[in-house]
């Protein structure tokens, strides 16, 4: 399974007065089993730019390739598409509606056709991957659980339609950070257990630099720079041309004189002790 | 798909009609629909035509910005066109099976679907050179002297101006929700009426979520910016007649006299 976009463009209300770019001329790969990370600031265009990777928005022009098949073209089963790429929204935990935990997780498998016994095991299998405990969850109303757990469950309603691409809105917007750890561990946990693909957006960077194997950057609509941690992490100059930052490790082993890209604080304390040693 | 909704909506703009107090803008409103009931001849309806066209040229509304308002009636337009041309009785004209058209019922249709498109035209034309918050302070201020009655001018005022404001934000939300359940597998678009109706439950429920809690920010935001009814509350617009409002008013008299005499003349 791998991505390939090409030359993607979109424009709002084409035609009208208020005709508005907001996709130019993105392209990018990814390969199976990466975690991709997109960063940009709030109306860059990263939300627009998932809702087309499952087909929920048409391209004005461009292609998109999921597994070797052009979403873009007239024809394509958009329910095939979504059961190939699984997008969670921000702020999922807004979309829960069912009467129980099991029943709103159920929703999407049931939605793709499977039988029962398919359902209820992956249900199970769902919930547990995002960490709650299914017998003590599965029958309570997903509006009593708390909000981390909401986000779990939201997550894991995705998560049961197993997707091979799993992209995330911002998943961590508006959690503590406690929740915040949890929820990340929670998509690397699926991420190695599937073997997925998996795309985030965040705001946070030192998310990103943690999680990614590769960053795409987006401003206004276009691609500024796409590469590794390292070597995006590298470029803050450009980063704060476009509004973004480095990540706070990165930024702070910077300004004591450490001019290697550092993305994490293990690796940070590794340069300083070195620094005072000499 | 949803966002297309004119009904309700406000053209920005800083027009002699968009300048109007709000309370002559009304009343004018009130009458104009009065006066067409009024009028039942076609010399009647051309002026009121004609008016209402002259309304829509000062305020410098596009054509078709208003037309697009039009849209979502046209069904209840052609219904009412076809009830009346076949249910009234009269002179008959022409007839197959069971269906008759009466001379009496294409007067009485085409009548009712010039009035209805008048009417819709005429309403939105108030709101869409009044801005929401003005024209919900003019209703507050006409039906203040109600208030001696215990009729609570300042909160209907109030609620109709927070329903307003939240239309455009529970479009949005609608929007939101109805995507991320399409990227669950929903599916709105095809199956039966049955079918169809029971795919809204994943978007109704998680909306009816969404409405209770933004009423209740607004409520505790509302509440902790001290806000206790209408009872001595001044305003940071205080309205006052001008001497064009003076002028609309007498004008709206003046056509209103005009549509009275030509009914009665003819």
New interface residues.
Partial sequence: MSIKVTKLNHIYDKGMPTEQAALVDISFEVNDGEIVGIIGHTGSGKSTLL?HL?G?LKATSGSIEIGGVDITQPGVSM?DI??KV????QY?E????EVSVAKDVA??P???GLTEEEIDERVREAISLVGLDYDKVADRSP?ELSGGQKRAVAIA??VA?KPEVLILDEPTAGLDPKTHKDVLGMIKEVHERTGNITILVSHNMGDIAEMADKVIVIDSGKLVTMGTPQEVFSKGELLKSVGLDLPPITEFCNEIGINDTVLSLDEAVGKIVDLIKE | MIRDITLGQYYPGDSLIHKLDPRVKIIATLLFIIELFIVDNFIGFAICGAVLAAVIIVSKVPLSFIMRGLKPILFILFFTFALNIFMVKGEVIWSWGILHITKEGVRIAVFMAIRLVLLIIGSSMLTLATKPLSLTDGIERLLSPLARFGFPSHEIAMMMTIALRFIPTLLEETD??M?????????FETGGLMKRAKAL??VL??LF??AFRIAQDLAMAMEARCYRGGDGRTRMHEMKLKKRDFIAFALEAIFLAIVIIEARMF
């Fill in positions: 809702q499952n929920l329910v979504r059961k699984g997008l969670v929204f999922p807004y979309q829960l509606f929703y999407g049931k939605n793709l509006f309603g995705v339609m | 939101k929700i995507k991320a359940q399409q990227a669950r597998g929903a599916d439950i994943p429920v998680p979520v969404s």
